[in-house]
């Protein structure tokens, strides 16, 4: 079956470290998306890519990194500038046209310790 | 720019009730419409969508949501609600103009007593 995978699905995190959240879809699906989510705030968009090799910064993407070297692949990278990371991250992808649905991933909750 | 606007950040309701949850967008061109649900600590999946033609839309398990472009608003209802229904829901819009961008509202928690 076609899907999002993200890994892991727990993930702590010391700070001052950097750590990377995997996303991977065999939808093949052009644009994907990173999606913070912290309760009461709903959906904030960090990164998105419609294309290998492109990404464009959402409104959040302050202490984010991201590549997009491969269409079924879209992973992020919370570095040591993010002040608050601790959150639910929810990768996202769609087809070419707008008026398709996003589908998602189950998520992956970081903390920090 | 396109924005959405859930109404209601809470909306508690007994079992076997109805239900509506409110959602109101802007735009300044067509647009596409959704409904996504998510259950705890797990991600969105789709309820329905509205692209074009009838303004009523049934979706998964028994929701409907009715495109009213005049009040643009695109509200999800339920005649009859469940335990398992207890969620939180968002309401999205996709729009020329935001490229691939869909723009979600903050969501609405549901919360289905017994």
């Known amino acids: 079956d076609g899907g999002i995978t993200q890994s892991p699905k727990y993930l702590f995190r010391k700070e001052g470290q950097n750590v990377t959240l995997s996303c991977e879809q065999n939808?093949?699906?052009?644009?994907m998306y990173w999606y913070r989510q912290d309760p009461g705030q709903g959906l904030r968009l960090i990164y998105y890519?419609?294309?290998?090799?492109?990404?464009q910064k959402g409104d959040i993407a302050e202490g984010y990194s991201v590549s997009r070297e491969k269409k079924e692949s879209f992973p992020l990278t919370v570095t040591s500038a993010q002040k608050n990371p601790t959150a639910f991250y929810l990768c996202?992808?769609?087809?070419?046209?707008?008026?398709?649905?996003?589908?998602f991933g189950q998520g992956t909750r970081l903390t920090v310790v | 720019a396109q924005s959405v606007t859930q109404l209601d950040s809470q909306v508690p309701v007994f079992e076997e009730a109805p239900v509506e949850l409110r959602c109101n967008y802007s735009?300044?061109?067509?647009?596409?419409l959704f409904w996504y649900v998510q259950y705890p600590n797990q991600g969105l999946q789709l309820l329905l969508k509205?692209?074009?033609?009838?303004?009523l839309v049934k979706g998964i398990n028994g929701f409907e949501a009715e495109f009213n472009k005049s009040q643009t608003s695109f509200h999800l209802r339920k005649p009859s609600v469940h335990i398992s229904d207890t969620a939180e829901y968002f309401c999205?819009?996709?729009?020329?103009?935001?490229?691939?961008?869909?723009?979600f509202g903050a969501g609405t928690r549901l919360f289905v007593k017994a």
């Open positions: 996202a992808s769609t087809g070419v046209r707008m008026n398709t649905e996003a589908f």
């Open positions: 939808l093949n699906h052009d644009a």
């Open positions: 890519s419609q294309i290998v090799n492109d990404f």
């Open positions: 735009s300044s061109v067509s647009v596409y």
């Open positions: 509205y692209l074009s033609g009838s303004t």
């Open positions: 999205a819009v996709s729009a020329s103009g935001g490229g691939f961008k869909t723009i």
